[in-house]
């Protein structure tokens, strides 16, 4: 997608009211401030929606992380999402931030009034050897600094709720906040099986994508009436806020916003 349709599927979402909107980030990919912090300026100050900056450290040395911070203190944006960020193949991560908690630490050291969110995995992070150990890690991420928690995407609503019943136990007590990821195509559901291995999809989606195989009008609708479906649920089981990943595509989040946002009360929508 084109910055032109971003700009433009970003102003279609503003009467939407969202409590935040995320400016993602791809390792080694681009200049941040050319991209993240330039768009993430634009959502805070132009649309004056909250924002929050994705911010994967493995490629990015301290110095890089102190200017980038820098940069979005300047504009306003003091909400990071704190991210070690994927491997990539036959490149040599930097050798500053091994893990998301040495990031979030070294965040908290040099802007404190930083809010800073964390990510979680319902499902098990795919290089953590247990849920057990991922949870561990997770409380670590928490006691570094982090305010709240934003999930992986997901489909199946008990191994989230598994997962919240686990953090409890283990002390973490901030909020952890659904992503949820309408599927609205078989293509998109097949990208995603081979990006996100560890991701579990229920019986009841598997036949959404068998069913509707060969029609595509009637699966894009079934993977929204899923989604509706599991917000639902997630809400009326008091979820302290849900993520909508909708990759840009305004019209996903419209419709999202109509079904659901009628049920959010202290919950946020994002």
Not at 228 to 233: G, P
């Amino acid at each position: 997608m084109g910055n032109d349709k971003i700009i433009s599927a970003l102003q279609d979402m503003q009467e939407l009211a969202p409590h935040f909107i995320s400016v993602t980030a791809s390792n080694n990919k681009f200049n941040i401030k050319e991209t993240t912090v330039r768009l993430a300026d634009f959502i805070q100050n132009d649309l004056e929606i909250p924002t929050i900056a994705h911010l994967p450290a493995i490629y990015l040395t301290k110095d890089k992380v102190a200017e980038t911070i820098a940069d979005l203190d300047k504009v306003g944006v003091q909400k990071i999402l704190a991210l070690r960020g994927d491997i990539i193949p036959d490149v040599e991560p930097q050798k500053d931030f091994r893990y998301a908690t040495d990031l979030i630490e070294f965040i908290k050291e040099q802007a404190p009034h930083f809010d800073i969110i964390g990510a979680c995995y319902p499902e098990g992070h795919p290089d953590s050897p247990n849920q057990i150990s991922d949870i561990q890690n997770l409380k670590k991420k928490v006691d570094a600094g982090c305010s709240s928690l934003v999930t992986q995407l997901f489909f199946d609503n008990e191994r989230f709720y598994d997962f919240q019943d686990k953090c409890t136990l283990a002390g973490i007590d901030v909020p952890i906040h659904a992503g949820i990821m309408p599927i609205l195509n078989r293509n998109q559901a097949l990208r995603l099986l081979e990006t996100c291995e560890n991701i579990h999809l229920p019986r009841k989606f598997k036949a959404i994508l068998d069913k509707y195989e060969h029609d595509p009008e009637s699966l894009r609708a079934a993977g929204l009436a899923y989604a509706v479906d599991q917000i639902v649920d997630l809400v009326t089981q008091d979820v302290a806020g849900v993520h909508l990943y909708t990759m840009n595509n305004a019209e996903t989040a419209k419709y999202i916003h109509q079904a659901t946002h009628a049920l959010f009360n202290h919950q946020s929508l994002g």
